[in-house]
C-alpha cells in the first residue's frame, strides 16, 4: 500500500523551508487619468480600501516621455496629443505636491500600499525629430538640480537603446504602420537595462516616487531585455568567464530556444534584469527603506518569476488571453479556469516575491459568458488565500460588486492574519517544475500544467520541486515525486533523487528523460511512461495521497484542496475551493455541495482536539465533525459555497 509510505514522510512537522505563508492582499488596479483633487474617487477608496492599489502614470514625470502633461494610464494610454505636450518645472513641482497629498490621503483612507506604473525600458519620441523624450533631454538643465537628476549624460538617448546582432536597434513592438499604435506621429524604442544614462535617470524617476510617499512601484515590460550592443557584450564576457563557459561571446547565440548557448544568453539577459530591479529599489530605498518592487513579466515565464523577480516583492502574471477567458471559475458549464500553477509555483519558489493574478474575459474585447461576477471574484480571493502565500487577485473598479468583495475578504485576512502566517505545505507529493527547462522547450511547462489539473481533480495535495529542491534532505519531505519531460539535468540532481527513490521513494519519471539518467535503470520505486497518464491512471497510482473522498458525484472533480501546516503552534490548516462557480455576468450562484468527507493525514506525535472552518460570507466559526484515526483524520464539510479553510488544533498524543 501506498498509505504508510505516505505517512512515514509526515510524521515530522517541518520547519518552513525559505519564507513561509504570508496573508494575502485585497488588489485594485486603477489606471484612470484624473486622480488628483477628486473628493468622489478618494471616497470610493475610503469606502472599499484594498491593500494594494496599483495606479497608472501618477507620478511626476513619466519614465517614457518625461515631464509631460500625460498622467495616469499606461506606456500606451494618453500618449499622443496634447497629453505629450511638455510641462514646466514648476508645473512638476505642483504635481508632486499634489501627488503626495494623494497618496496621503489614500494611506489615511485605509489603503496599506500605494504604488504607481513606470515602464522599466520604454523611451517614446522621435529621435530625428527631437520629439517627446529627446525633447525632455534638450532640456534636461532645467529640471536637473530641482528634481535630483544629475548631470545630464553626454551620450544622446538613442546611444541608450537595445541593439540586434546586427547593430540595428531592438524595438521589441509591432507596428501597424510607420509608427507605433497609441504614440502617432512618434516611435517606441526599446533602452537597455545595462546603459549607464538610462540607468541614471531611471533611479532617478524611481526616487521621484518615493519622494511623493509612495509605499513601491510597477515596473512594466520587466523581461523586456535582449540586448548586443557593446556593453552587453563586454559584460556577457565577464558573466560567461565567473560561470566558467567555454563560448563567451554573446553573438554566437542563437535567437531560439533549443540551444544551449541561447539558454546562457537567456540567463544572462535574466540576471541583467535582476541586477537592474536592485538598483531600482536601492535608489528608492534611500528615501523609503520599506520601498517595495512589483514587477510585470512572469506569465508563462517561470524563468523570468526565479532568475529575474525573486528578489522582487510582487510579480505579475497579466493573464490575458484564454478561448475561455482566464476569470477563476466554471466557464461553459464544463471547463475550470484556475490559476493554482502560478500560485503555486511563486510559493513552492519560497523566495521574497508574492504573485499577483490579473485575469480578463477576453482581450481585447470583453466575453460576457466568461465575466467575472460576485462570486467568481470571491473564488479569486481565495484561491490567493489557499495558494497565493501573501499576493493578490486583481478586483477591477468598475466590478459591480467589486467593494463588498474587498470588504469582506480584508476582514478576512484581518481577522484570520495569524492561520494565514507562517505556515509550510503538507503535501507530501512532488511534481519537478524546473523553470530552466523553458530556455531550451516549452513542453516541460506544458507538461506541469496538465499534471497539475490531475492532480486538483484528484484531490492530491502537492508542491513544486525547483532544481535546487533536488538534494536528499529537502527530497526527505515526500513520498511521490513525478517527474514529467525533464530533457536536460545534472548528474548531482539525478544522483540525489535516485537516492531518494533507494531509500523507499516511489518515482514516475513521464515523458522525456535524459538518456544518460541513473534513474532509467532503476525498477522497483521507478515507474516509467513514455508520456503523462491521463487523470484516472495517475488516480490510481496516489489514490491513497487524495485527501476528499471521492463518493462519485461529479461536482467533487472541481472541489480541490491544499494543506497546510505549523509547527508551533501545532496546527493544519486546509483550503477547500469550489470550481463549481459559474462565470458570466448573467451566471446564478454556485449551488452549494453538501457532505464532503475530508481525509487529512496527521503527523506522529499529534492528535486533533478541535476543528473549525471559516469562510469570507459568513466569518462565523463553524465546529465540525470529525474522527481521529491513528495515521489520518476523517472530517465531515457539511456545506461548501465558495471556499472554507478548515483549522485543525493539534496537541501532543
Known sequence: MFLPALLATILRLHDPAGVPTEPPVTYVLDYGTNHLDRADWLATNRAAPPELLHLGSDVPMTSNWGPVRKIGGENVAYGMGDFTLPISPDDVAQRMTKLTEMVRALHAAGVKMVMPYVCTMTIAGHHERRAGFWSFYDRWNDYAARFDLGPRPVADPFTWLQRKPDGEIHRFYTYTGDYYPGYQPNHRYAACVNNPAWQQWMTREVAMVARCGYDGVFTDNGGSQRCYCELCQKLFRDWAQKRGLKDDNLLHAPSKTGDARYAEAQRFWLENIHSYQALLRSAAAMINPSFKMFANGGHRRPQNVKLAF????????????????????????????????????????????????????????????????????????????????????????????????????????????????????????????????????????????????????????????????????????????????????????????????????????????????????????????????DANILGTWLRDAAAIVDDGRPELRRVYINLFARRHPARIVAHVLNYNTPLGVDALPPAPIENISLRIPLPRGLKPRCVTAFDADTDTAQALEWKSGSETLAVTLPRLLISKMILVELSPS
Open 310 to 533: 525573486a528578489d522582487s516583492d510582487f510579480i505579475m502574471f497579466e493573464k490575458s488571453f484564454g478561448p475561455l477567458g482566464t476569470h477563476p471559475g466554471l466557464a461553459d458549464g464544463t471547463n475550470v479556469n484556475h490559476n493554482i500553477v502560478e500560485l503555486k509555483f511563486v510559493q513552492c519558489l519560497r523566495r521574497r516575491v508574492k504573485p499577483i493574478i490579473l485575469t480578463r474575459s477576453g482581450y481585447p474585447k470583453s466575453q460576457p459568458p466568461f465575466e467575472m461576477n460576485k462570486a467568481s471574484a470571491s473564488l479569486g480571493c481565495a484561491e490567493m488565500a489557499a495558494f497565493g502565500n501573501g499576493g493578490g487577485f486583481l478586483i477591477r473598479p468598475n466590478l459591480p460588486s467589486g467593494a463588498e468583495v474587498i470588504r469582506r475578504w480584508n476582514t478576512f485576512h484581518q481577522r484570520h492574519a495569524g492561520l494565514l502566517s507562517g505556515n509550510d505545505s503538507l503535501a507530501t507529493v512532488g511534481v519537478a517544475y524546473w523553470s530552466e527547462q523553458t530556455l531550451f522547450s516549452a513542453k516541460h511547462m506544458t507538461s506541469v500544467t496538465a499534471l497539475s489539473d490531475m492532480l486538483l481533480a484528484s484531490h492530491v495535495p502537492f508542491d513544486f520541486l525547483m532544481e535546487e529542491n533536488f538534494n536528499e534532505q529537502f527530497l526527505s519531505r515526500y513520498s511521490a515525486i513525478i517527474m514529467p519531460d525533464i530533457a536536460h539535468a545534472d548528474a548531482a540532481r539525478l544522483a540525489a533523487v535516485a537516492a531518494w527513490a533507494r531509500a523507499g521513494g516511489r518515482l514516475l519519471l513521464a515523458g522525456a528523460h535524459p538518456a544518460d539518467s541513473p534513474l532509467l535503470a532503476m525498477t522497483g520505486s521507478v515507474t516509467r511512461i513514455e508520456k503523462l497518464p
